[in-house]
């Protein structure tokens, strides 16, 4: 028999009120083919953590994983301290929220809301009143009385994920859930949702191709890779000092450029003969070869002042995004890509220089571990 306090929302341990959940040692291998490679991570009450990668990363099988949709090969999965590795998903206190919307088509919308209140148990004014609030806050209120059939792709999304904010559960896992929605709501969502959670004092969990929603939802980021988390922490930090050039390409849109360097006496050595001072931590280091990363926002095509690095490329593709311009640049041979500010008429497969401020740029070693970061990230 499954203990009911165990998967609530709080639970005294030696006097302390906590929640937690911990995976220790947890993978999962279908087929031969290993999904999530063996992953160790504790996600504390009250927090918000997003798990960043691309499509295929991982990022929905480590969900389910937490969520006990899918028993690990490896591992185990404890909540508060508990080990919940065998227990069903529906005798876990979990909410869980799709990209692909989820509802009862044969019921209202106030009646898809309210169902897990319905199964806990609630008196008929507590679930009105919480259905009413959850309603109003995805701008569904107008609607209650409709099937969801009636409404829009974005209005199912809403009506899924207020049904989850009702269940008042311990953990939330949020797949993707913004990505049917329009822009204006997907905006208000991203300030609000943590807010919501923050308040519940449950364990959030948000998924995301996007470093941008990252940042907006703040709190946590784990990187993923290839079914590997190769960075867990506070946000800021993630992004401003990734412990490798992989995390550093997760963890920026469009990815990070990259350019072989090297380390001579007090000075590093750039392609283009440019070169800069081994300034802070930089000047510790050994002589040798290193990669450089920058991020595409960083590059300029206006000179700001003698300690700008100039670089010849060639304007392959540009893309204008309304206040700004994507530039795809090939630098003997090497792919760059920057994200210039305004919309600029630029003549495709003509040379262009570009430049970039040596204070933007990180220092990987070759095999692509972080050496230092840039000198912005440590000063921010």
């Known amino acids: 028999m499954v203990n009911d306090r165990v998967f609530g929302r709080r ?66 999965v404890f909540w508060e301290g508990n080990d919940v590795t065998d227990v069903k998903v529906q005798d876990r206190h979990v909410a869980m929220v799709y990209q692909q919307f989820i509802n009862y088509p044969s019921m209202t919308v106030y009646d898809n809301i309210a169902s897990p209140l319905k199964l806990l148990g609630k008196t008929k004014d507590e679930i009105d009143q919480a259905v009413r609030k959850s309603a109003e806050l995805m701008q569904l209120s107008p609607m209650l009385d409709r099937k969801p059939l009636e409404l829009s792709g974005g209005q199912q999304q809403r009506c899924a994920l207020a049904r989850a904010l009702v269940k008042d559960a311990g953990l939330v896992l949020l797949d993707e859930p913004l990505a049917n929605l329009d822009y204006k709501l997907r905006e208000e969502l991203r300030i609000e949702i943590p807010k919501i959670f923050e308040e519940s004092g449950a364990i959030f969990v948000y998924a995301t191709t996007e470093p941008e929603e990252a940042l907006l939802l703040g709190g946590n980021t784990a990187t993923l890779w290839e079914g590997r988390i190769t960075q867990f922490g506070q946000t800021p930090v993630v992004y401003r000092q990734p412990v ?116 933007h740029v990180y220092i990987f070693s070759e095999d692509g571990d972080l050496v230092t970061p840039a000198a912005y990230a440590l000063a921010a």
């Open 11 to 76: 639970r005294i341990k030696e006097g302390v009120w906590l929640m937690s959940l911990e995976l220790k040692g947890v993978s999962k291998v279908v087929n031969g083919q290993t999904h999530i490679f063996e992953t160790d991570l504790v996600l504390e009450k009250g927090t918000m953590n997003v798990l960043l990668g691309p499509t295929l990363s991982g990022k929905t099988s480590l969900m389910r994983l937490m969520a006990g949709l899918d028993k690990p090969t490896t591992g185990k």
């Open 244 to 359: 490798d050039a992989t995390t550093a390409r997760v963890f920026s849109d469009p990815p990070m450029n990259f350019l072989p360097v090297s380390k001579v006496g007090n000075r590093i050595m750039f392609g283009d003969g440019q070169s800069a001072p081994a300034a802070g931590a930089m000047q510790d280091l050994p002589d040798g070869r290193y990669q450089a990363g920058f991020r595409p926002n960083h590059v300029e095509i206006l000179s700001h002042g003698d300690h700008s690095m100039e670089f010849h490329t060639k304007l392959m593709v540009t893309e204008l995004t309304g206040s700004e311009t994507f530039v795809h640049l090939d630098h003997h041979g090497e792919a760059w890509v920057g994200l210039i500010h305004g919309i600029h008429d630029l003549e495709l497969g003509a040379p262009l220089k570009v430049y970039l401020d040596p204070s």
